[in-house]
């Protein structure tokens, strides 16, 4: 079978200022349609990697291209559309306006139309963008980031600033993107978010790649099952039970990862008789992303 061409591929990629690494030599190879979530703590070279692949820094060392071409080029910014974390528009032009002249810069866009009811921007199209809040001006950077019907599509952090039903809309549409066979590489906090939309996920810490795997995959990383409970057995206990790799203890309920369960559970209700409202799961997404984006496998 023929294998998809790369759409977004690095290899040994580096990025310095100065004396501080921000990419320590990453190797990656994005291919075909789909969600792609980087996650990472502030730091970590999520960013700094998004502005390489647009050719707004240029890179260090090592090898990137972005759909077969050199990032910067004007063959690689007709099919790109981005949403960065720090961005604006000009204040007095129309929110049409705006979606009316980013289309210009492309040569099979979308209609403005259908880029207005795509993103649910009918009530405030005609408004000027300074008079929008936080959330409808990122709902129009949205719209364009996708009105050139780009291949490749980057979101640093898309969802920032958005309320619920907001980010919930923003979701659709970018499934919707997937499967018309585009390409989407976000950055986000959210775990909620990777999870609900990722078909790949890649922690980042420290300007490395950690993790690079399916969201059921990357849980199987972390081994072992989260305990969860209200017990009168000290921190300092638990921690050294059989099995026990990590304790956490949040109001009146401890929670602790084993990598031996049973042994584990056996140990602490012979210590405490009467430990309450005990549950046992497999790590979630989010217990995996502190573990590996802190350096701990």
């Given at each position: 079978?023929?294998q998809?061409?790369?759409i977004?591929y690095a290899?040994?990629?580096?990025?310095?200022?100065?004396t501080?690494?921000?990419?320590?030599?990453?190797?990656?190879n994005?291919?075909?349609?789909g969600v792609?979530a980087?996650?990472?703590q502030?730091?970590?070279?999520?960013?700094?990697?998004?502005?390489?692949?647009?050719?707004?820094e240029k890179i260090?060392?090592?090898?990137?291209?972005?759909i077969?071409?050199?990032?910067?080029t004007?063959?690689?910014?007709?099919?790109i559309?981005?949403?960065?974390?720090?961005?604006?528009?000009?204040?007095?032009?129309t929110?049409k306006e705006?979606?009316t002249?980013?289309?210009?810069?492309?040569p099979?866009p979308?209609s403005?139309?259908?880029?207005i009811e795509?993103?649910?921007?009918?009530?405030?199209a005609?408004?000027r963008?300074?008079?929008?809040s936080?959330?409808?001006k990122?709902?129009?950077?949205?719209?364009l980031?996708?009105?050139?019907?780009?291949?490749?599509i980057f979101l640093?952090?898309?969802?920032?600033?958005l309320?619920?039903?907001?980010?919930?809309?923003?979701?659709?549409?970018?499934?919707?993107?997937?499967k018309?066979?585009?390409?989407?590489?976000l950055?986000?906090?959210?775990?909620?978010?990777?999870?609900?939309?990722?078909?790949r996920i890649?922690i980042m810490?420290?300007?490395?790649?950690?993790?690079d795997?399916?969201?059921s995959e990357?849980?199987?990383?972390s081994?072992?099952?989260?305990?969860r409970c209200?017990t009168?057995t000290?921190?300092?206990v638990?921690?050294?039970l059989?099995?026990?790799?990590?304790?956490?203890?949040?109001?009146?309920?401890?929670?602790?990862h084993?990598?031996?369960?049973?042994?584990?559970?056996?140990?602490?209700?012979?210590?405490d008789?009467?430990l309450?409202d005990?549950?046992?799961?497999?790590?979630?997404?989010e217990?995996v992303?502190?573990?590996l984006?802190?350096?701990?496998?």
């Open positions: 079978m023929q998809s061409p790369s977004l290899s040994n990629l580096k990025k310095s200022y100065g501080v690494e921000a990419i320590k030599g990453i190797n990656l994005i291919q075909g349609s792609y980087i996650l990472g502030n730091g970590a070279g999520k960013t700094s990697l998004i502005k390489c692949a647009l050719g707004l260090t060392s090592g090898t990137l291209q972005v077969g071409s050199a990032p910067g004007l063959q690689a910014k007709r099919q559309g981005v949403i960065l974390q720090d961005s604006d528009l000009p204040d007095l032009l929110v705006q979606i002249l980013f289309a210009s810069y492309y099979t979308f403005v139309e259908k880029t795509m993103c649910a921007l009918e009530d405030f005609d408004k963008y300074k008079k929008l936080g959330g409808q990122r709902r129009a950077q949205f719209a980031a996708i009105v050139g019907n780009p291949q490749l640093d952090e898309p969802t920032t600033g309320d619920i039903e907001a980010r919930r809309n923003l979701w659709a549409v970018i499934r919707d993107f997937a018309q066979g585009k390409t989407i590489v950055t986000t906090h959210y775990l909620e978010e990777a999870e609900n939309l990722a078909d890649m810490n420290s300007g490395i790649i950690v993790a795997a399916s969201p990357i849980q199987k990383q081994k072992g099952s989260v305990i209200e009168s000290s921190y300092e638990l921690q050294k059989t099995g026990v790799s990590s304790v956490s203890i949040s109001g009146r309920f401890s929670e602790i084993s990598t031996d369960v049973n042994q584990s559970l056996s140990e602490m209700l012979s210590l008789p009467n309450k005990l549950t046992v799961n497999q790590p979630k997404l217990d992303f502190g573990r984006s802190q350096g701990v496998k």
